[in-house]
């Protein structure tokens, strides 16, 4: 049997005390009602120099990430943008079993992209330059 992977790492940097509090009951909230509408957060983090790491390396909830950050932006940086990168993987060789993303965050949506696996890229590109 193989197992699947989904990995993302990414630094919110240069964060106020105001945010970074914030960001500590946010986490601390969700983590602590894992059964309830509040929700499981589905990722890992760290706070480390001004900054929020938030990653996880086996599985874990990119929704949960994004709605995060979108609700960060829209009470402390309402013109910012926070984007990532996803990667799917496989401990076997599986067809399909590899691909990956990105994300944009913004205080009012949050919009992923590129949510196919490189070989479907791949043939989608060669399509339009061969006119198919």
């Not at 949510?115 to 060669?126: I, M, N, Q, S």
Request: contains cysteine.
């Amino acid at each position: 049997m193989a197992d699947y992977y989904t990995n993302i790492s990414l630094m919110v940097d240069d964060l106020s005390q105001d945010e970074e509090d914030w960001l500590q009951e946010y986490i601390s909230t969700h983590e602590e009602n894992p059964d309830e509408e509040i929700g499981y957060l589905g990722f890992s983090y760290d706070f480390q120099d001004k900054g929020l790491w938030i990653y996880f390396d086996t599985s874990g909830s990119i929704d949960s990430v994004a709605d995060m950050l979108q609700e960060f932006l829209s009470v402390f940086r309402p013109t910012d943008i926070i984007t990532f990168c996803w990667s799917d993987s496989c401990s076997k060789p599986r067809l399909d079993a590899y691909s990956g993303g990105a994300v944009a965050v913004s205080s009012k949506k949050w919009i992923a992209e590129n949510t196919y696996t490189t070989a479907e890229k791949l043939e989608k590109r060669l399509a339009r330059k061969l006119g198919k």
